[in-house]
Nanobody
């Protein structure tokens, strides 16, 4: 099993940047594919970005492509989401998620694929 704790959320003006970090417990973090999701008030939880456990493959939602970057450090058991050029529509609670996999290059896109979730961190972008 793995436990996930997000940090780095906050209030930022439009055009600004934030870096979210997800710290994972557990010895086998390197065999978990990871994802970042977000949920705005009144909306469904959607995927933002995902990364394979090797770190070699990544995915971004169209809405964040070119602005957000997902990365992981398997030695430190962390996965980060660098968010640049933030927009008010990026305002949401951001969640880190993990799924155990034998495939080093596989990426998971659906909420239901992920077995472990963090508690979420609020990101608010003011206009």
């Amino acid at each position: 099993q793995v436990q996930l704790v997000e940090s780095g959320g906050g209030l930022v003006q439009a055009g600004g940047s934030l870096r979210l970090s997800c710290a994972a417990s557990g010895r086998t973090f390197s065999t978990y594919a990871m994802g970042w999701f977000r949920q705005a008030p009144g909306k469904e939880r959607d995927i933002v970005a995902a990364i394979s456990w090797s770190g070699g493959n990544s995915y971004y939602a169209d809405s964040v492509k070119g602005r957000f970057t997902i990365s992981r450090d398997n030695a430190k058991n962390t996965v980060d989401l660098q968010m640049n050029s933030l927009k008010p529509e990026d305002t949401a609670v951001y969640y880190c998620a993990a799924v155990s996999t034998y495939s080093s290059g596989r990426i998971y896109y659906r909420q239901g694929d992920y077995a472990y979730w963090g508690q979420g961190t609020q990101v608010t972008v003011s206009s």
